[in-house]
């Protein structure tokens, strides 16, 4: 895919792709999940060719203007610029080629878990029903684990991180990075969001059970 929305007509594809990334956007800056114009929202529009949000922009106000494309290294395929971190979402889409979506937001409660988690580099969430939220696992039986790589603002750092999580042979559906946020993705854009919720909400429920005398 060559066609870019700077210098071509805009594809439908690229459209609907653009406008459902802006609802998504919007919904979560309504909860307050991407203060002060953080987090970043992409989703695949072909095999090479990610649709992702334009750095610095306000996530409650997006139109599609506001998103760009690029590919599957982050390199922009339009006039626009990525974010920093638009390396870590083509990271995932190489590493997992069934994503359709990645979303990454900065809530309340996924930076305090990752602040509070730091130290033992991963939160094992155990006994949830709603872990079978996630795509691939079926029982509450089933643990989600779920790492908590240092940041950096070196984005190359977090990706070692990844690939060492990754070679390690541990399930990966999902990352915090520490005093940051979450990376969450599915296959497409509803899954990412679904995914994204449910794993907000057990983190919520484990910083709650943290309060609770033992
Ligand atoms: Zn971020």
Not at 92 to 110: E, F, K
Not at 203 to 213: G, S, T, V
Request: aromatic residues 6%.
């Amino acid at each position: 895919m060559s066609a870019s929305p700077a210098s071509h007509p805009p594809s439908t594809a690229f459209e609907q792709l653009a406008q459902q990334l802006c609802r998504a956007a919007a919904d979560l800056a309504r909860r307050g999940w991407t203060p002060a114009t953080s987090s970043n929202f992409s989703a695949r529009l072909d095999a090479g060719c990610i649709a992702i949000t334009v750095s610095g922009r306000d996530k409650g106000r997006l139109t599609p203007a506001d998103i760009m494309l690029m590919d599957d290294q982050a390199r922009a395929l339009d006039a626009q610029c990525p974010s920093a971190e638009a390396r870590l979402h083509a990271q995932i889409y190489r590493m997992l080629p069934q994503t359709g979506a990645v979303l990454h937001t900065h809530s309340q409660t996924q930076t305090v878990a990752s602040l509070h988690f730091a130290a033992a580099g991963v939160v094992r969430l155990h006994g949830y029903e709603l872990v079978k939220a996630i795509e691939g696992l079926r029982s509450h039986e089933q643990d989600l684990s779920l790492p908590v790589f240092p940041n950096s603002q070196d984005m190359a750092e977090i990706e070692r991180h990844v690939d060492v999580w990754r070679a390690q042979g541990q399930p990966l559906h999902a990352y915090l990075i520490a005093g940051h946020g979450l990376y969450a993705w599915g296959r497409d854009i509803t899954a990412a969001l679904r995914h994204l919720e449910a794993i907000d909400f057990m983190l919520a429920c484990e910083l709650e059970l943290r309060k609770l005398p033992t």
